[in-house]
């Protein structure tokens, strides 16, 4: 089971932290993923971490704004992000893929949480 919070209305160039706490499963084992997903558009994998060697990848669009941490003690995955920008407006949603490495193709991720609201406004 995975549960995302914080999520929120926040301004252009503001700050969010998001955290996803995930039950069930171990970390380690797995690739855990932050993905997104904005009216009208198809979902995109925003930012992934390797639970066992912590390597991380980046989409383009968020790269040097957006970090992805994991805290295996806690089971949870946390996405901090900065600079944001309206188009960072989506459900982010995490889950985890047994696919370790690589882009985050939201076609390998299963079990999706519920998702949190990031609204950037102007």
């Known amino acids: 089971q995975l549960v995302e919070s914080g999520g929120r209305s926040v301004q252009v160039g503001g700050s969010l932290r998001l955290s996803c706490a995930a039950s069930?499963?171990?970390?380690?084992?797995?690739?855990l993923g932050w993905l997104r997903q904005a009216p009208g558009k198809e979902r995109e994998g925003v930012a992934c971490?390797?639970?066992?060697?912590?390597?991380?990848y980046y989409a383009d669009s968020v790269k040097g704004r957006f970090t992805i941490s994991i805290d295996n003690a806690k089971n949870t995955v946390f996405l901090q992000m900065n600079s944001l920008r309206p188009e960072d407006t989506a459900v982010y949603y995490c889950a985890p893929s047994g696919v370790v490495g690589g882009a985050c193709d939201p076609g390998d991720f299963e079990d999706w949480g519920q998702g949190t609201l990031v609204n950037v406004s102007s």
């Open positions: 069930g499963f171990d970390f380690n084992d797995y690739y």
């Open positions: 971490i390797s639970g066992s060697d912590g390597n991380s």
